[in-house]
């Protein structure tokens, strides 16, 4: 089974940056969409980011300008840089692949937490 290695989080205060970082599969890496969730108790999980092999990038409204996406294909691993953080934007947060044209993510992390405090 296909896994996914996140690594980052931790706790920061509001204005601070934080950087996620998720090994993907190098066989298949080339050929996925790779993305950031986040939740919150209580709340479904969102789409934070994503990034297509071509490097097309999309983000959630609330992230726009603050968060940036990025693939880094010599080491086969995704990078979420988190900055001007907010309260809101604290959560569990997880990395997540699928094929290209599929509407269902296979493959997600264990999740990492981050704590953004006022």
């Known amino acids: 089974q296909v896994q996914l290695v996140e690594t980052g989080g931790g706790s920061v205060q509001a204005g601070g940056s934080l950087r996620l970082s998720c090994a993907a599969p190098?066989?298949?890496?080339?050929?996925?969409?790779m993305s950031w969730f986040r939740q919150t108790p209580g709340k479904q999980r969102e789409l934070v980011a994503s990034?297509?092999?071509?490097?097309?990038?999309n983000y959630e409204d609330s992230v726009k300008g603050r968060f940036t996406i990025s693939r880094e294909n010599a080491k086969y691993s995704v990078s979420l840089q988190m900055n001007s953080l907010k309260t809101e934007d604290t959560a569990v947060y997880y990395c997540?692949?699928?094929?290209?044209?599929?509407?269902?993510?296979?493959?997600w992390g264990q999740g990492t937490q981050v704590t953004v405090s006022s």
């Open positions: 990034i297509a092999p071509s490097g097309t990038r």
């Open positions: 997540a692949a699928k094929a290209i044209g599929d509407a269902i993510y296979n493959y």
């Open positions: 190098r066989r298949t890496f080339g050929r996925i969409v």
